[in-house]
């Protein structure tokens, strides 16, 4: 094509999740000479951090006021924003916007592609309605989905009941350049800032949410203070359990070794000084912060949900345990602690593989040769 493609991405919110990550990493990587992208958020988000970011990139970015999951005034107003701007393709993001997405592709004779971000377990939690019209949706009006990790493509195509060639597997990506270690990094400073000294700092990057089990993390820290007293817990992320974590904490007696310090921009930082990265998820796609916590060089401890077990491989690139289950975190964080020797090489294997399988340029190609593809296809 000689003309720039056109792509409008729409999702529920530009907040500060994994899916906004990706969308926003996405932008940066995309090859610009021959794509145009159009970003487009169902409901405003405050404070509106990422929507500056990818208009500095160079994205056209809108939030509309949705008020309820299908309300016609934003249908509408999709419809316009796509005749005007000659959208040529729809991805989406998220539940109401692959509902809405999907509609307003059939509606104006788009194709239209859509990311599942987790696993089937996400979608299971959803209200039977919103299941049954995702399923239907798919069905009917979506081209492809598009799967993160090669894990979660059997049981995609089990709860969509779609063909196994209308689900194709894209893996999620890290920032290599934004999350490899600067050379002689001191962790000190930050050590100092947040711990008061040179302690053991064990990092967990995630929403404050159900999904993500950080009391099971809690609890782990409470059975690890039992032998060392080195050892604090930081908790990265905005959410509504941040209050409840630290009553948690100081209901096990170790009030003052979890500190929960909201969304920080600092992360690359943050994890290059962390001896050990913890994912403590309940279900998971293909987390991005495990992603930047093995390209950053930090050993990783996470449960073996969703796509987790393709990144990490038990003793070489990581540390797996089942989830839900604190006893079994504690010993893997005091393995990785016991044994920093051990913990480093594995780390090593990680860096490597995400910079050989998971780089962000790999990701962005895939997009958009997909797109390509689809455009090639019939209406």
Known sequence: MSQKIRLLHLIDQLGDAGAETLLYNFAGGLDWSRFDLHVCALRPWSPPQIVSALRALGCTVTELDQHHAYDLPV???????????????????????????????????????????????????????????????????????????????????????????????????????????????????????????????????????????????????????????DVYVVIVGGGPLGAEMLALAAERGIAGRIIVTGIRQDVPALLAASDVFVLSSLWEGMPISLLEAMTAGCPAVATDVGGVGQLLQQGVTGLLV??????????????????????????????????????????????????????????
């Open 322 to 379: 089942p989830p839900a289950d604190a006893t079994a975190l504690a010993a893997a964080i005091l393995n990785c602690l016991d044994d920093p020797s051990a913990a480093r090489r594995r780390s090593a294997a990680a860096a490597q593989l995400i910079a050989q399988r998971y780089s962000l340029a790999r990701m962005v190609r895939n997009w958009e040769a997909l797109y390509r593809h689809e455009l090639r296809r019939p209406r």
């Open 75 to 229: 249908l509408l107003t999709l419809i316009r924003y796509i005749y005007h701007h000659k959208i040529d393709l729809i991805h989406t993001h998220l539940l109401a916007s692959d509902v809405m997405g999907r509609l307003v592709g059939f509606l104006t004779r788009r194709p239209v592609v859509s990311t599942i971000h987790n696993g089937r377990t996400d979608l299971d939690r959803e209200p039977r309605h919103r299941q049954w019209m995702e399923r239907w949706s798919a069905h009917l009006w979506c081209r492809r989905l598009i799967v993160v990790s090669a894990l979660l493509r059997d049981e995609i195509v089990d709860w969509f009941g779609v063909p196994r060639r209308r689900v194709v597997v894209i893996p999620n990506a890290a920032n290599t350049e934004r999350f490899q270690p600067q050379p002689g990094f001191d962790p000190q400073p930050i050590k100092q800032a947040l711990l008061g000294g040179d302690y053991r700092m064990v990092i967990n990057v995630a929403r404050l949410v159900p999904q993500k089990g950080q009391q099971f993390l809690v609890e782990a820290a409470a059975q690890i203070a039992a032998t060392r007293s």
